[in-house]
């Protein structure tokens, strides 16, 4: 009777066939699940990314504001300040608050001194960016930083100069945040550029001298853009296929501008060579198309 019983309430298990049918339905949920999450990271990506930037466009005018309407210059040398050289990036640190980075750096002679070129920067850094190795170059990964973000140089380090009152040299723009001729609205600041080259083992570092009298317009380790031509953007190219004479960014379909008013916009395949040109030159008076 016991034996009668538990063979009529024996459970059935699962078939191969229906086992199969239950791997083919979820492996479906997650085919069409994934796209999904990864747009949803991207878009968290890109909006720290456009975040970064805008951190980076409140530095420049405070440090504007605290300098007589000057902008932070590509580089400065002057031998009687703690810091001797500081690069682009260092003068902005004060103003993103990493002045302990700056002040580390004081009596070294340079801003890349006493281990700050390895001293990696969040703000620097876009989180879409997966050419570098925690921030760092991937040969190097104990040495220097990287950034994914690089100046416009036709804007910020257009001139050479000599102050003889403090006794300081000069990499640095012409114009003011209020005297730009073409306008903030329309001029670059900064872009995306992959933090890393593969294939040409060039790496854009922060705290590493980019100054194009000093070191050379083709120096692997400069940060500027601009100096090799007005190359349009590489919108979607993975780093293995980027080029570091353009601008180019680990996002999928743009990459983002910060333009000299402080403002943030992406920059997709459809601008055309003349607005680009519009909005990296800062006094060539030409008007900025519809595709902008």
């Not at 300098?67 to 932070?72: F, I, Y």
């Not at 003011?176 to 854009?204: C, F, K, M």
Request: proline letters at 5%; charged letters at 10%.
């Amino acid at each position: 009777m016991i034996r009668q019983w538990l063979s009529r309430t024996r459970v059935k298990g699962f078939t191969l066939i229906e086992l199969l049918v239950v791997i083919a339905i979820i492996a479906i949920l997650i085919g069409l699940l994934l796209p999904a999450v990864q747009k949803v990271r991207e878009a968290a990506a890109r909006m720290q990314c456009g975040n970064n930037l805008k951190q980076q466009g409140v530095a420049i005018h405070n440090y504007a504001s605290a300098n007589q309407d000057k902008l932070p210059p590509e580089i400065s040398y002057n031998g009687a300040q703690n810091s001797g050289w500081t690069t682009y990036w260092a003068n902005m640190l004060p103003y993103i608050e990493q002045d302990a980075v700056l002040r580390a750096s004081y009596g070294s002679s340079a801003s890349w001194g006493n281990g700050q070129h390895a001293a990696v920067i969040k703000t620097y850094i876009c989180p879409s960016d997966s050419s570098h190795s925690n921030g760092r170059r991937p040969v190097d990964p104990g040495g220097w930083a990287c950034t994914s973000y690089s100046t416009n140089y036709r804007m910020m380090g257009s001139t050479y100069t000599y102050d003889n009152s403090t006794g300081t040299y000069w990499t640095r723009s012409q114009f003011n945040v209020g005297n730009i001729p073409d306008g903030t609205s329309n001029t670059i600041a900064h872009l995306e550029r992959y933090a890393w080259y593969n294939a040409y083992q060039w790496s854009p570092l922060w705290n590493h001298p980019s100054d194009r009298i000093y070191w050379g317009n083709g120096h692997q380790w400069t940060t500027e853009y601009g100096q090799f031509g007005l190359y349009l953007p590489q919108i979607g190219l993975r780093a293995n296929q980027a080029h570091p004479y353009y601008p180019n960014s680990g996002h999928s379909t743009s990459i983002q501008v910060l333009l000299m008013d402080g403002s943030v916009r992406g920059v997709s395949n459809g601008i055309t060579q003349a607005t680009w040109n519009a909005v990296i030159i800062p006094d060539d008076g030409a008007t900025v198309g519809s595709n902008w």
